[in-house]
């Protein structure tokens, strides 16, 4: 860490962007649910989406405020507003949860969501989460191990749920560190299926992740937060690393790139993740309209 500060004070690094460099879109969510044959997915930003998906709304990663960081005040701040808030949102089955950096677990947008939707509500956890969860009031908790299984339902359908593994750490203070797993998920019902990568490096399980639990209709990867990349090498994916992890899973279905353009994190300019993305994913001779780069509130349907 000291390191990597120290050397991006005597860097010149790349400008934070303007707001009109990451416009907001009109979102088409479908409310209250998507028809059951359909998959509908919209970014709200960094690692948050809503995926509409067998008659059930599923939230990855909720992280609606205005910073990421255990205080209001300080930390990383958004460079564009949530596309979506809680409020807005249609009724929410379940919620999957990556690991607990703070931006990826955000206390305020957990309290918001519990208040308004309550026991109705299932979280799904790697393990270690349940005290921390319950501490806030929140009950309906269930963890998982890698490659453990959960089915959610609602009136409408049912999803699987599976806990897949990731290479990433867990720490809410210098004090608690690797005391929670991380992970990436998929889900999979009504003949459609979704992976959400989480917070990784490149590691070689993406094969077995795809013949495990693939194919996959929609593969959402991170693509950002990857300079310098001897520290961030091991924790998170530059865009060429995520093509790689694309094709690894079967290269079936459609790419989204997510975890860039909403914080500064980390040392490359914050516009350029989608652009080595597109570059990395023409060299592969991948079919162009299978690659989506969303912008923020953007919403992809798959009738």
């Not at 860490?1 to 969510?29: F, G, I, K, T, Y």
Request: proline share 9%; hydrophobic share 40%; with cysteine.
């Amino acid at each position: 860490m000291l390191r990597w500060r120290r050397e991006a004070r005597q860097a010149a690094l790349p400008a934070n962007p303007h707001q009109r460099d990451l416009p907001v879109v009109s979102s088409d969510v479908a409310v209250p649910r998507a028809a059951a044959s359909e998959l509908r997915t919209t970014w709200l930003g960094h690692s948050t989406f809503l995926i509409q998906i067998a008659g059930l709304n599923v939230l990855t990663d909720p992280h609606l405020s205005e910073r990421a960081s255990p205080v209001s005040w300080a930390g990383p701040k958004r460079f564009v507003p949530p596309s979506l808030l809680v409020e807005a949102l249609p009724p929410i089955d379940a919620v999957l949860l990556s690991h607990d950096h703070y931006d990826h677990l955000d206390e305020p947008t957990v309290r918001r969501l519990a208040a308004r939707f309550g026991d109705a509500l299932e979280w799904l956890t790697p393990l270690g989460y349940r005290d921390w969860f319950a501490s806030r009031r929140v009950k309906r908790v269930t963890e998982l191990d890698w490659w453990g299984e959960a089915v959610i339902r609602s009136g409408e359908g049912e999803a699987l749920i599976r806990c897949l593994p990731a290479q990433h750490w867990t720490s809410r203070s210098p004090f608690y560190r690797l005391g929670r797993l991380w992970s990436s998920w998929s889900v999979a019902g009504a003949g459609r299926s979704v992976y959400f990568g989480g917070d990784s490096g490149w590691f070689p399980e993406y094969p077995r992740i795809g013949e495990a639990a693939g194919p996959f209709d929609l593969t959402l990867l991170p693509i950002g937060a990857y300079e310098p990349r001897w520290f961030m090498k091991t924790s998170h994916m530059n865009p060429e690393d995520a093509v790689r992890a694309f094709l690894e899973l079967g290269s079936h279905g459609t790419m989204g790139g997510m975890h860039w353009g909403t914080f500064r994190l980390t040392d490359e300019d914050p516009l350029e993740p989608p652009l080595r993305t597109r570059e990395a994913w023409n060299e592969a001779g991948l079919p162009k309209e299978r690659l989506w780069l969303p912008a923020h509130g953007a919403t992809l349907v798959m009738p």
